[in-house]
């Protein structure tokens, strides 16, 4: 093994002994060019930059163009996003955002070319002691010796392989090192003959020779002519949410996402980017879309629900339905139908964004959600699954809650909320919302209009309403403890009108009655005072049609000590056709 690892030494030394000799006397004209080769970089990098060289022009005299320079502001956020659209540029050119290929299948071991051809030579031919000589040495042995004294051939020049010389058994290394006959240090040695140096330049190419052989042997002539590099295939087009990463007017809201989340760092909001498309790729986003997941009874779980004040959509989450011990197991009872889960949670969301957000410039690019805490299970089989769709949303949808609410929240989640509370960034504290049962719908019509809340929630919109919709605005007025308030209601000759309200909390008296503007007019009851109990509809509705023109009014009376908040409203309809 060791003659085999110092035959295959000695033809890489004869190799680089050639190189070095080719270098040693170049002609003058190449030195000439080699020497301007060098030099031509060091020109190019003396020139700097665009920024660099903004940077050494010498300083004006003139204040008033040094202030205008200052005055200039730039956008932090704005030149990290120009930063960021670079690097995914590069990034897509070199196809970054793909999913590292799989790791390959275990191959029999091959031998190196150098060991194989080691064992050819140590079967062949025995190693002599010049073989396993170090190049470094035979040189400096060469160059200490006198040029009336030459090397013998059998030194200086190694013979090929089919004609080994054996090692003379007195020679030992340390003479060819340092020579007793060198000449002194103060002369300067005459160039060596000119034969033995062709010699040498004959072996040192026929090694070399030999050394290309072998290697066009191992990998096949085909692929030693062929080092022109193989054509690269064009960059990727990646989209996500159906927006392409480069050359679109919403690419900019996309990627401020990924900023925000990564607080403007450059570097680690592409690094967030990589990883979602990577991993958007890898669930198969694309193929769930279209899937049939068969879980319609989880419509009443998760559902979208109208607009907040500044247009984002609401998502409503009612973890109180898995209250159902059949729709809990059908969603929890094992490991597939908790994965099926969560491909529907995920699936519901990705429906959710391309059907209502639109990442236009100033347009609506996030959502409200809302959680109702009310009899939402507490420890089970969900508890898993949970915890990693919260992971999956932070990593892959950044920035897509503009606001959360917590409705109906117990007591012991509140006091919870308040220790972990000085953990959360200021940021996230902002967006987060808890209310209790007994203000949970005054919280919510901060964030959304009554006519956009649906009725389970303490508002007015439901679904299939032949009167009214989520353009009916909605009017709220509070009515003071042990007082009573009219609302009233103008009507036109032969119309009907509609009207609609709800009081939060209940324990109140309600009666409406029809007065005309005639003097001599009679007062029509329309409907009779009586006390509004919890169990009742929660939305009244009532109508009248009147003969002459007058006014209808809504008489509430709190009986409590308590405030209360009535929300109503009402339209006019023609009566012609009407009953």
Partial sequence: MVAASSVSFFLRSMAE??????????????????????????????????????????????????????????????????????????????NEFNPPPPPPAPEKEELPVEEEEAKHADASAPASVEESKPPSETVSAQEAKPAEAPA????????????????????????????????????????????????????????????????????????????????????????????????????????????????????????????????????????????????PELDKVVFMHGNDKEGHPVCYNVYGEFQNKERYEKAFGDTDKRRKFLKWR?????????????????GISSMVQVTDL??????GKHRQVTKQAVTLLQDNYPEFISKKVFINVPWWYLAVNRMMSPFFTQRTKSKFVFAGPSKSAETLFKYIAPEQVPVAFGGLSKAKDPDFSTADVVTDVSIKPSSKQTIEIPATETCLVVWELRVLGCEVSYGAEFTPSAADGYTVIVQKNRKLAADDEPVIKGSFKNGEPGKVFLNIENLTSKKKLVLYRYKVKSSTGST
């Fill in 17 to 94: 002994e050639t190189e070095t000799k080719a270098h040693e006397a170049p002609p003058a004209a190449e030195v000439v060019v080699a020497e301007t080769e060098e030099k031509k970089p060091e020109a190019e990098e003396a020139v700097p930059p665009a920024d660099e060289a903004a940077a050494t022009v010498p300083e004006s005299t003139s204040l008033e163009e040094e202030s205008n320079v200052v005055a200039e502001p730039v956008d932090p956020q704005k030149r990290a996003l120009d930063e960021l659209k670079q690097l995914v540029q590069a990034a897509l050119s070199n």
């Fill in 152 to 295: 013998p051939a059998s030194v200086e020049v190694p013979k090929p392989r089919s004609e080994p010389v054996p090692a003379p058994a007195e020679r030992s290394l340390e003479p060819e090192v340092v020579e007793e006959h060198a000449s002194p240090v103060n002369k300067e040695p005459l160039p060596p003959p000119s034969q033995p140096a062709e010699e040498k330049a004959a072996a040192a190419d026929d090694a070399t020779a030999k050394t290309v052989k072998t290697i066009e042997e191992a990998v096949g002539p085909a692929a030693a002519e062929d080092v022109s590099p193989a054509p690269t295939a064009p960059p990727e087009e990646v989209f996500i949410w159906g927006v392409p990463l480069v050359g679109d007017e919403k690419t900019d809201a996309v990627l401020l996402k990924f900023l925000r989340a990564r607080d403007f760092k450059v570097k680690d909001a592409l690094a967030m980017l990589k990883d979602a498309v990577i991993w958007r790729k890898q669930f198969g986003i694309e193929a769930l879309l279209e899937e049939d997941l068969g879980l």
């Fill in 346 to 362: 995920i699936q519901y969301l990705e429906k959710g964004i391309m059907e209502h957000l639109h990442f236009t410039p100033g």
């Fill in 374 to 379: 009310r009899n939402s299970p507490r420890l």
